[in-house]
């Protein structure tokens, strides 16, 4: 059964502190995406990443950073946490073996108080 | 560039009426067409898929979705609904002649509440 875990349901956190996001995945698949889900504005990609140690920037990655240095793991980071970055986040992956569905993890939610 | 348009932000239905879930999509070159699935404060789950090939898709949970091209649209369908079914729901689309083939677009999601 294929599977994407996240670190964490639900994390609280105070402005200004360095938050880690992280989402492993166990399928090999080469593609990892993180995206961010608040009410009224749907799922908006943050970092997408095609391979190891690549990634590009998605449509909102302003106050955010990833790393990939392995295949199955994708870390989101919050260099200085702000209350405006409340929200779900959630981490997927795909492959072109599978047309690029994708596959969810359950989400973060995190809390910047 | 690529779009998705949800035009319903919510959709009641009553439960074993059919329902419909509607998508339309705005796209150069030929699309894969996607529904997920989201139960409140959980992941996205894949429902069904178009690639290519017969226009009705069959998922899961009995969902099913037309692929017409000409309407340029893929709405989700259910002959009768549960209020298990109760979720949001979003259509997504990925271009194989796109630049960033690698993404989806995803709509802004439609809450489909089955009312007892």
């Known amino acids: 059964d294929v599977k994407v875990t996240q670190s964490s349901r639900y994390l609280v956190k105070r402005t200004g502190e360095k938050v880690f996001l992280e989402c492993v995945q166990d399928m090999d698949h080469e593609n990892m995406f993180w995206y961010r889900q608040d009410p009224g504005l749907g799922l908006r990609l943050i970092y997408f990443?095609?391979?190891?140690?690549?990634?590009e920037k998605g449509d909102i990655p302003e106050g955010y950073s990833v790393s990939r240095e392995k295949k199955e793991r994708f870390s989101l980071i919050l260099e200085s946490a702000s209350t405006n970055q409340t929200s779900m986040y959630l981490c997927?992956?795909?492959?072109?073996?599978?047309?690029?569905?994708?596959?969810f993890g359950p989400g973060t939610r995190l809390t910047v108080t | 560039a690529q779009s998705v348009a949800q035009p319903e932000d919510q959709v009641n239905v009553a439960e074993g009426n059919p329902l419909t879930v509607k998508c339309t999509y705005s796209?150069?070159?030929?699309?894969?067409l996607f529904w997920y699935v989201q139960y409140p404060n959980r992941g996205l789950q894949f429902l069904l898929k178009?690639?290519?090939?017969?226009?009705l898709v069959k998922g899961s949970y009995g969902f099913e979705a037309e692929f017409n091209k000409s309407q340029t649209s893929f709405h989700l369908k259910k002959p009768s609904a549960l209020v298990s079914d109760s979720a949001l729901y979003f259509c997504?689309?990925?271009?194989?002649?796109?630049?960033?083939?690698?993404?989806?677009?995803f709509g802004s999601g439609t809450q489909l509440t089955v009312l007892p």
């Open positions: 997927a992956s795909s492959t072109v073996r599978l047309h690029y569905e994708q596959y």
């Open positions: 990443s095609y391979d190891v140690k690549m990634k």
């Open positions: 997504a689309i990925e271009s194989p002649s796109s630049g960033s083939a690698r993404q989806l677009t």
């Open positions: 796209v150069s070159g030929n699309p894969y």
């Open positions: 178009y690639i290519t090939g017969d226009n």
